[in-house]
């Protein structure tokens, strides 16, 4: 059978995910796009009582890692992710990795982060590209070069480094829109702590290809995120059974956190039916 069909949404709520799914994954919260509704510290504590076991955000960087530090021992919540400095956000920049003429950026950037890693007890760091031509070679000189720089400047901490595909409807330039290249640069990069973000919201949209990509990928994969498709919503609206997915996860062997990276249709916890049966019952 076609995957995209095998995967396909019988059409009705998101609360209405395949009823015989085990109850493995974990899941964490994303805390930039969740519980929008209250102050991002707040979000926190939000998170923990729907039963969520982690948090993940993009960038912390315009609260003191102290605060975010506190939040998390308060709310009880695990640290799943965070990203490192994109550049400047807000006037168009996507990361600065893949960016030749930004180096220096991108090493202030990891000196950025450093107290942060520290102070929260970071596992995972997401590495954004930027937006730049895949094919550019000086691109890819620059990418491969930050992206061992990067590796090297936090192995010694025990924080793994993750690059993420991302689809070019949703961020049009960016450089890494590729799982298969994706894949090949974590394998040429040849650090252990290197490793894929498997994002299935733009793995379908990019390529399709959900489980068996899953299966293929699984030992490069370093963390995994969920959202609908198309609309990026909660999971089980969209055109995709994610409960298969997360099926799949067990069947393989997945002990991560499933990052929740959509943006709520609604108020946040009016859409968390989908999570009624992976909810942590504390």
Known sequence: ???????????GAPDR???DTSPMPRF???????????????????AAEAGFEAAEFLFPYDVAPEAVAEALRASGLTLALFNLPPGDWTAGDRG??????????FRASL???????????????????????ADDPAAR??????????????????????????NGRDMPGYFLNDFDRAAEIVTRCGRPNVRL???????????????????????????VQIAS???????????????????????????????????????TEDGLGWFAPWRDPR
């Open 1 to 11: 059978m076609d995957e995209r069909r095998a995967l396909g949404h019988d059409g």
């Open 17 to 19: 995910l395949l009823a």
């Open 28 to 46: 964490a919260a994303n805390l930039t796009l969740m519980f929008t509704e209250r102050p991002f510290l707040d979000r926190f504590a939000a």
């Open 96 to 105: 600065l990795a893949a960016l030749p003429d930004r180096t220096a950026e």
């Open 111 to 133: 000196a950025q982060a450093a107290p942060y890693v520290e102070t929260l007890g970071a596992k995972r760091l997401h590495m954004m590209a930027g937006l730049a031509p």
């Open 141 to 166: 000189r620059a990418y491969d070069d930050a992206l061992a720089r990067a590796a090297d400047a936090f192995g010694p901490m025990g924080v793994d480094i993750l690059i993420e595909p991302i």
């Open 197 to 223: 973000q498997y994002d299935v919201y733009h793995r379908q949209i990019l390529h399709g290809d959900v489980l068996t990509s899953l299966e293929r990928l699984m030992p490069l994969i370093g963390h």
């Open 229 to 267: 498709v198309p609309a990026r919503a909660e999971p089980g609206s969209g055109e995709l059974n994610d409960a298969l997915a997360f099926a799949a996860l067990d069947r393989l062997g997945y002990d991560g956190f499933v990052g929740c990276e959509y943006r709520p249709a609604g108020r």
